[in-house]
T-cell receptor, first 115, second 109 residues
């Protein structure tokens, strides 16, 4: 009964390809997030969605497009992958409608490697 | 959000209490102290948070000094599975969660 789940866990692809990462939470939370953890292990917020609406976009390139079909799912689609996109991507969720107000719970991460 | 200072690493003996310090001397009155940890190859895991009072849950205890300029996370009986990077984060409600370098804790048998 994983609270926040992501698929796939590992993703290896060539430069220029388009790929998607899926996230689902079964906590009934209203807000979901995408974070990127780079090689130096620093986690940075990318996006925040509240009930299918984009609330925060932290100056992420347009090649990254989050999509939320419903409040339990937040997928991340990346176009024209670049070497610098290699990282671990974490999905998270929190209960309330205001981002970063309530405790965030993280998924297991997706390790993306761009060759 | 206030900046935090944590030791880079620390070792702890299995079965003993692990006391993880965090300095946040510029903390504001509306900022909470959060602790997360990240076990190797896993997502960050919420541990505990507090504002002024000491807090305890099934995972840990959080001791916040009266002036709120520092805090200590206590893992009462460390196990090998507690080996992880522990992040002390100070933030106000509504502000984003910003992870710093953390403390790399190694629990040894």
């Amino acid at each position: 009964d994983t609270a926040v789940s992501q698929t796939p866990k590992y993703l290896v692809t060539q430069m220029g390809n388009d790929k998607s990462i899926k996230c689902e939470q079964n906590l009934g939370h209203d807000t979901m997030y995408w974070y990127k953890q780079d090689s130096k292990k620093f986690l940075k917020i990318m996006f925040s969605y509240n009930n299918k609406e984009l609330i925060i976009n932290e100056t992420v390139p347009n090649r990254f497009s989050p999509k939320s079909p419903d409040k339990a799912h937040l997928n991340l689609h990346i176009n024209s992958l670049e070497l610098g996109d290699s990282a671990v991507y974490f999905c998270a969720s929190s209960q309330g409608g205001r981002p970063f107000t309530d405790t965030q719970y993280f998924g297991p991460g997706t390790r993306l490697t761009v060759l | 959000d206030a900046k935090t200072t944590q030791p880079t690493s620390m070792d702890c003996a299995e079965g003993r209490a692990a006391n993880l310090p965090c300095n946040h001397s510029t903390i504001s009155g509306n900022e909470y102290v959060y602790w997360y940890r990240q076990i190797h190859s896993q997502g960050p895991q919420y541990i505990i948070h507090g504002l002024k009072n000491n807090e305890t849950n099934e995972m840990a205890s959080l001791i916040i000094t009266e002036d709120r300029k520092s805090s200590t996370l206590i893992l009462p009986h460390a196990t090998l599975r507690d080996t992880a990077v522990y992040y002390c984060i100070v933030k106000a409600a509504g502000n984003k969660l910003t992870f710093g370098g953390g403390t790399r804790v190694l629990v040894k048998p």
